[in-house]
């Protein structure tokens, strides 16, 4: 009988910000041993003081209103706010990144809040979070709150992290407050579990529960080596198989979210599969990424890539298997140049490949309307259909950031939305969405959003 996949939370119940990103690192190439004297106790005590005080509990508030009537339409037009039919509450965790209040989470432990509030270890004050970006495909989340003087986490490297170091698990399981857990790296490089889109996970038998998600995963020296995600249970509860977003995908997403409140990707325009064994023969190399199949106007078409071609390495970094070469690529910022080393008929050959933005274009609408300042938007394409899981038969332009505190954000708009109609006017493309805001600028209009299958109405002006 298969066991379950469960999301980690329990229902009911020096990073500077400039042009770059600076994390504060744990010294890299550690030593790796056990403690060999007799009259010692083994003790984290002193190590843990301060990752404890870098986790976070994490409280969010979903409030289902009457109807699908928009909430800042009915307060401007009735002078008074929606009755809530209720409310859901859930619990999580989340990691402090910068001494200013950034802290990064799992994104289904935030995914739908109304509001979320955060609380510190030691401290009795319940600060209100707001987001700063989402990325559902690493199912990573930021969030900041309004304080100073925060510690923030060391991070460690990925390359620093091996099978059987010791390490710990800190988050609030069930709700009980700050835990701790201790286990070993079990596994690295997972992939293939159904969680998320984008997979490389940490695995390990550290005791983790509902509540757990979005905490950290530390090694003995106290440095984050990941974002704790996941469990496979048959109950509900620890079975010693647990998840972590591994820390370089922690770094790259949360910096990218920083700066820009999404995650744009590295885009190839390749199908891939692996090497078996009937075609070992026709290589002189044993593992790659072989291309099946190559789409149109892609940057691999551009680039010269053929089927059959074997990659082998991006940028001299070597690639095993199909998944590392897609947790490579999309590792890379759109338009960025790399290095392909392929094999090709058993003979080695580079190319330069110029990334396109898995997402596609993006528009800020704030070009065409001033008062939709803050907000992003994009066509569907296959990508984010499948990033949201939107089907065929919708058609519109999706939201894919609002910039936190933007007069989009004021406005009620979130990132999925899908722009379907304005007035009385079809939404298909970014095109009709031009001419449409032209046409209607400095006028009232309706504007018509399908969010996760229900429509909302917005009244801009």
Do not use: C, W
Request: proline share 3%.
């Amino acid at each position: 009988m298969l066991k379950n996949i469960i999301l980690i939370f329990a229902i009911f119940t020096n990073l500077i910000i400039a042009k770059n990103i600076s994390f504060e690192n744990a010294p890299e190439n550690p030593i790796h041993r056990l403690p060999n004297n007799q009259n010692e106790i083994l003790s984290f005590n002193s190590i843990l003081k301060n990752s404890i005080n870098s986790v976070v509990n994490i409280s969010t508030k979903k409030i289902n209103y009457q109807g699908n009537i928009n909430r800042k339409f009915f307060r401007e037009f009735y002078g008074m706010d929606l009755p809530p039919q209720k409310s859901a509450n859930s619990l999580g965790s989340g990691v402090i990144v910068s001494k200013d209040g950034y802290i990064v989470t799992n994104n289904h432990v935030i995914e739908g809040a109304d509001e979320i509030s955060v609380t510190i270890n030691n401290r009795d004050k319940e600060y209100i979070a707001k987001v700063i970006g989402r990325d559902k495909d690493s199912d990573l989340a930021v969030i900041k709150i309004d304080a100073n003087n925060l510690i923030p986490i060391k991070f460690s490297n990925i390359k620093d992290v091996k099978i059987g170091d010791v390490v710990f698990a800190i988050g609030d399981p069930f709700g009980v407050g700050q835990t701790v857990t201790q286990g070993i790296i079990s596994a690295m490089n997972k992939y293939g579990v159904g969680i998320n889109k984008y997979e490389n996970f940490i695995q390990t038998d550290a005791s983790i529960n509902p509540g757990n998600s979005g905490g950290a995963l530390i090694d003995s020296r106290g440095a984050l080596i990941g974002i704790n995600s996941a469990i496979i249970s048959s109950s509900g509860g620890n079975n010693g198989v647990g998840f972590t977003i591994p820390i370089d995908m922690v770094k790259n997403v949360v910096t990218k979210l920083i700066e820009k409140g999404r995650v744009d990707r590295g885009f190839m325009g390749v199908n891939i599969s692996k090497v078996t064994k009937e075609l070992q023969p026709l290589y002189k190399r044993k593992n790659g990424a072989i291309v099946v199949d190559i789409q149109n106007n892609s940057p691999a078409q551009k680039a010269g890539l053929k089927r059959g071609d074997l990659i082998y390495a991006i940028n001299n970094q070597t690639v095993k298997e199909p998944h590392e070469l897609q947790h490579i690529v999309m590792s890379y910022n759109p338009n960025e140049t790399i290095t392909i080393s392929i094999e090709r008929d058993k003979v080695d050959i580079i190319k330069k490949l110029k990334l396109s933005n898995l997402n596609g274009d993006i528009l800020l609408l704030g070009t065409i309307d001033k008062s939709f300042d803050g907000l992003y938007i994009s066509n569907l394409n296959t990508q984010n259909r499948q990033r949201f899981n939107i089907p065929n038969r919708i058609q519109g332009v999706i939201v894919e950031k609002v910039e936190p505190n933007s007069q989009a954000d004021i406005d009620g708009f979130q990132i999925g939305d899908i722009i379907i109609q304005v007035e009385n006017n079809s939404i298909e493309n970014i095109n009709d969405i031009k001419n449409i805001f032209k046409y209607y600028k400095n006028r009232t209009k309706r504007i018509y959003i399908n969010r996760r299958g229900t429509i909302f109405m917005i009244v801009k002006r």
